[in-house]
Nanobody, 123 residues
Framework: QVQLVESGGGLAQAGGSLRLSCAASGNIFTINRMGWYRQAPGKQRELVATITSGGSTNYADSMKGRFTISRDNAKNTVYLQMNSLKPEDTAVYYC?????????????????WGQGTQVTVSS
């Protein structure tokens, strides 16, 4: 029905940059909040940043000033520009979207997750 496909992960050196993308497709009525989360080995998944359909953003404290979240509503895509990367940013990064889908004669909101993309930062 709905898929989130992430791209842009990979290997970067400390101080470098990477840009992640996540495109939503399928039976979409509207997309509300979109965001990025990450999970490092042995740790719980944590918030990176979120953005509403109107463009309001929220960042985890450790990402403020280094990461920038943005979205293209026409393309149902959210981006994460990551600058000044640190080894502790190494994790699997997951895209999340709160999507309203049409089911029969009703509309309901469902949280979808991408498959995750690995980001590795070397020192």
């Amino acid at each position: 029905q709905v898929q989130l496909v992430e791209s842009g992960g990979g290997l970067a050196q400390a101080g470098g940059s990477l840009r992640l993308s996540c495109a939503a497709s399928g039976n979409i009525f509207t997309i509300n909040r979109m965001g990025w989360y990450r999970q490092a080995p042995g740790k719980q998944r944590e918030l990176v940043a979120t953005i509403t359909s109107g463009g309001s953003t929220n960042y985890a404290d450790s990402m403020k000033g280094r990461f920038t979240i943005s979205r293209d509503n026409a393309k149902n895509t959210v981006y994460l520009q990551m600058n000044s990367l640190k080894p502790e940013d190494t994790a699997v990064y997951y895209c999340n979207a709160q999507i309203k889908v049409v089911t029969g004669t009703s509309v309901r909101e469902v949280a979808y997750w991408g498959q995750g993309t690995q980001v590795t930062v070397s020192s």
